[in-house]
């Protein structure tokens, strides 16, 4: 049977790993971010059928079309990736309002509107999986962007406790630091992260694709992060505020 994921944030980084891993893996595409040209090129580099669906996700016409694909029965989709993110740079006090809205709502909200679109065919179809790109960074104290990621983390634990029973797995991935764009977008300059601490985007989405066929909730990815994640809550509060990238976020 043909197996069909659509990616979101698919144009870049972790996302375009995620679209070429799942197509190594058999399955067609949907790929959805702003820039389709960078999606169309992706699709005509990918082995399988996919469909290129340029959308915003913080418009709400945006949201709705990528909502309106994975409630389609006619053309279903078997694995949802909730990837589309970024960060906004400055410190909470400083930073822009409307920044932050957009960020919020890219991390927590389109998951959520888009896991309650997929859900009903996948119960209904007794199969399927959701696989929310949180970060290590939502099990910190250290600014706005980790309390957005920290809600899509407790959305998919219970979304999976949930809905386990009827097929359908909930994982959220938690990475370390990835080599992506990200920072780049951020104005951020990739030597305030040591080199050890870099995780490989490859090793990132196969620890994510494992966890979610494995049927785990969450999932942190690397083995160095696995190791340091249990000292997280040892930390005190003020200590993590401190840190991450050169004191941007949280500060
Ligand atoms: N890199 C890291 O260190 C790291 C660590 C932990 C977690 N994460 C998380 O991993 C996920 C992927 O990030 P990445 O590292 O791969 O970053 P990236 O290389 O900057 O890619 C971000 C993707 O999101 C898309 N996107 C951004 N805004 C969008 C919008 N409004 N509507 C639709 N798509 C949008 C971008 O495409 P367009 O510009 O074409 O729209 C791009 O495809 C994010 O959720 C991020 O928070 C990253």
């Given at each position: 049977m043909q197996m069909r994921a659509l990616v979101t944030g698919a144009s870049a980084g972790l996302g375009a790993e995620f679209a070429r891993q799942l197509a190594a893996?058999?399955?067609?595409?949907?790929?959805?971010?702003?820039?389709?040209?960078?999606l169309r090129a992706l699709a005509d580099e990918l082995p399988v059928e996919t469909e290129v669906l340029p959308a915003d996700l913080t418009s709400d016409a945006g949201l709705e079309l990528a909502a309106a694909r994975l409630g389609d029965a006619s053309r279903?989709?078997?694995?949802?990736v909730n990837n589309a993110g970024f960060a906004v740079a400055e410190p909470f006090h400083a930073s822009v309002?409307?920044?932050?809205?957009?960020?919020?709502e890219l991390l927590s909200w389109v998951p959520l509107?888009?896991?309650?679109?997929?859900?009903p065919g996948m119960r209904a179809r007794g199969r399927g999986g959701i696989l929310n790109v949180a970060s290590l960074a939502g099990r910190l104290p250290s600014g706005s962007y980790a309390a957005a990621k920290s809600q899509v983390?407790?959305?998919?634990r219970?979304?999976?406790?949930?809905?386990?029973?009827?097929?359908v797995t909930v994982t959220a991935l938690l990475p370390g630091f990835v080599p992506t764009e990200f920072h780049d977008r951020m104005g951020?300059?990739?030597?305030?992260?040591?080199r050890a601490g870099w995780s490989d985007a490859s090793t990132v989405v196969r620890d994510g694709l494992h966890a979610l066929r494995r049927r785990r909730g969450v999932v942190v990815s690397d083995w160095?992060?696995?190791?340091a994640a249990p000292l997280i809550p040892l930390v005190p509060d003020r200590v993590i505020a401190g840190v991450g990238l050169g004191g941007r976020i949280g500060r």
């Amino acid at each position: 049977m043909q197996m069909r994921a659509l990616v979101t944030g698919a144009s870049a980084g972790l996302g375009a790993e995620f679209a070429r891993q799942l197509a190594a893996d058999g399955f067609s595409l949907v790929l959805v971010a702003r820039d389709a040209d960078r999606l169309r090129a992706l699709a005509d580099e990918l082995p399988v059928e996919t469909e290129v669906l340029p959308a915003d996700l913080t418009s709400d016409a945006g949201l709705e079309l990528a909502a309106a694909r994975l409630g389609d029965a006619s053309r279903p989709v078997d694995v949802l990736v909730n990837n589309a993110g970024f960060a906004v740079a400055e410190p909470f006090h400083a930073s822009v309002i409307e920044d932050e809205r957009r960020m919020h709502e890219l991390l927590s909200w389109v998951p959520l509107r888009l896991a309650h679109a997929a859900l009903p065919g996948m119960r209904a179809r007794g199969r399927g999986g959701i696989l929310n790109v949180a970060s290590l960074a939502g099990r910190l104290p250290s600014g706005s962007y980790a309390a957005a990621k920290s809600q899509v983390i407790t959305l998919s634990r219970a979304l999976n406790a949930r809905y386990h029973r009827d097929g359908v797995t909930v994982t959220a991935l938690l990475p370390g630091f990835v080599p992506t764009e990200f920072h780049d977008r951020m104005g951020v300059s990739p030597d305030v992260v040591p080199r050890a601490g870099w995780s490989d985007a490859s090793t990132v989405v196969r620890d994510g694709l494992h966890a979610l066929r494995r049927r785990r909730g969450v999932v942190v990815s690397d083995w160095r992060y696995r190791l340091a994640a249990p000292l997280i809550p040892l930390v005190p509060d003020r200590v993590i505020a401190g840190v991450g990238l050169g004191g941007r976020i949280g500060r």
